[in-house]
Structures are given as C-alpha cells and as structure tokens.
C-alpha cells in the first residue's frame, strides 16, 4: 500500500450541457482552475453511442486489451472517480460510471468518450497539497495514480 495526505480545497458545482463530451470538458475545467487533484461524483444521463471501457480482454494480460461498449441508447448514470497530473502535468480524470436503462446495466471507465444527454451533475472536491501523481508503468501500459510524487 502507498499513500499521501491532502487538505479538502474548492468545491465546485458543474452542469455539464447536451452533447458535452464528459472527460474532455471535466479535464479542460481542471486545468483552467489549477485543480492538481480532486474527487469528482457525477449523476444524470449519457446519450446514445457513448463508448466506456468495459474491462481487459483477458485478465492478466500484458499488455491489457481493453475492450469498449457503445450505450445503444440513453442511459441513467452515477459514477465517481478522480483527477491527478500526468507527467505533463495535464490534469487527467479517471472515473467510473455505472449505466441503467430499464432492467439493463453496464459499468466501465469514460476514456472512450460519454457524451451528456440533456444534462450532468458534477461535485468536484479539490485536493489541496495532493502530491499524487499518474505515472506511466510499462508492465501494465496505464498511467497509474502514485500518491507520492517521488516514487
């Protein structure tokens, strides 16, 4: 286990529009507020043709292949997830939404592109002093959140 500490900072309250693509827009705010680190909620729909990561092909392999799924309609969703400097210092958002419509569901990562529906509700809780960093580690081919930025 690693870990690091950091003090609670803003609290922002976003409505994502229709159409908004979820990863890139909560990104784009990230780096215009200067946000290094954050807990991020969200609650409301994902349009039709939105793309998640679903899960490696095969788990263990290395490299992973991922494998994607696009909502073949609209979707109620909740996720939660979280947003830390890459190397460049580009604030990257890592979250997880879980999908229902009707008896159906699907969770998975937003990478691939969640578009909004109508409207998104987001929390976004700053992580003050946060020295967590993602680092690229060959052996799994994924920017990895490390909480210490000198590992």
């Not at 990863?23 to 909620?41: D, L, Q």
């Not at 994902?46 to 095969?58: F, Y």
């Not at 996720?79 to 990257?92: E, L, M, R």
Request: glycine share 8%; aromatic share 6%.
């Amino acid at each position: 286990m690693k870990y690091s500490e950091a003090k609670l900072g803003r609290i922002f309250i976003v409505r994502l529009e229709d159409g908004e693509i979820l990863h890139e827009v909560i990104e784009k705010f990230a780096e215009k507020k200067k946000i290094t680190g954050a807990f991020i909620a969200a609650v409301g729909c994902a349009d039709k043709d939105s793309k998640l990561v679903v899960g490696p092909e095969k788990s263990r392999s290395v490299p992973a292949n991922p494998m994607d799924i696009l909502l073949d309609d609209v979707y109620e969703i909740a996720g939660v997830g979280t947003i830390f400097p890459n190397s460049q210092d580009k604030p990257i958002l890592h979250m997880h939404i879980s999908c229902g419509r009707k008896k159906k569901s699907v969770t998975g990562c937003v990478r691939r592109g969640v578009k909004v529906w109508h409207v998104m509700e987001i929390i976004i809780w700053e992580l003050k002093n946060s020295t967590a960093r993602r680092i690229f580690e060959k052996s799994t081919g994924f920017e990895l959140m490390q909480p210490c930025a000198d590992l």
